[in-house]
């Protein structure tokens, strides 16, 4: 199964805001509000950031936020700050493989 | 504090075996589901596999399915994978990740990984 599709990149200036997509089928993003988003820095483990389409693990910035519409998941980052640039993936459960397919990762630079 | 410490990770021959384990600590383990999540250099997240608290059900994906197997022991709140038939596609750094209490399709804590190499 392919993965999930995403930006290779996105960039902004510190305060703007960006979103990032991901998308999928409905045998995963489509069908289930099961939908994740990961940050990853350079040579660092990833972190959750969304779950559940849009839910904020405790610690994580509001400033971050996520939706969902179709077979489309989108992450937005408002006031970007320096320390937002990093790798960032979705992902969802698919029924496909009753497992969890990741989206190819976007690179977010921050101008 | 939540702890998840990868090891076992090395240099394997193509066809040839590696088990890696990850040692966790910080919370209950047997109340979470474990997953394996790995990433070849340059590239993105893939997801490997998963196993129940207790030790089932387990989950592949297609990639490794019939060539890895993961397992527990909750006894020494250790998380195993074994690998076998080894590819150069398999070349990456594996992270074990624990299952969130709301759903073991999203991942809280992550450890740090442990790098497999699969050249001749």
């Known amino acids: 199964q392919s993965a999930l599709t995403q930006p290779p990149s996105v960039s902004g200036s510190p305060g703007q805001s960006v979103t990032i997509s991901c998308t999928g089928t409905?045998?995963?993003?489509?069908?289930?509000?099961?939908v994740s988003w990961y940050q990853q820095p350079p040579g660092t483990a990833p972190k959750l950031m969304i779950y559940?389409?849009?839910n904020r693990p405790s610690g994580v910035p509001d400033r971050f936020s996520g939706s969902k519409s179709g077979n489309t998941a989108s992450l937005t980052i408002s006031g970007l700050q320096a320390e937002d640039e990093a790798d960032y993936y979705c992902s969802s459960y698919t029924s496909s493989s009753n497992g969890v397919i990741f989206g190819g990762g976007t690179k977010l630079t921050v101008l | 504090e939540v702890h998840l410490l990868e090891s076992g990770g090395d240099l394997v021959q193509p066809g040839g075996s590696l088990r890696l384990s990850c040692a966790a600590s910080g919370f209950t383990f047997s109340s979470y589901a474990m997953s394996w999540v790995r990433q070849a250099p340059g590239k993105g997240l893939e997801w490997v596999s998963v196993i129940g608290g207790g030790g089932g059900p387990t989950y592949y994906a297609a990639s490794v399915k019939g060539r890895f197997t993961i397992s527990r022991d909750n006894s020494k709140n250790t998380l195993y994978l074994q690998m076998g038939n080894l590819r150069a596609e398999d070349t990456a750094v594996y992270y074990c990740a624990r299952g969130a209490s709301g759903g073991w399709y999203f991942f809280d804590y992550w450890g740090q990984g442990t790098l497999v190499t699969v050249s001749s």
């Open positions: 409905s045998s995963d993003v489509g069908s289930y509000i099961r």
């Open positions: 559940d389409v849009n």
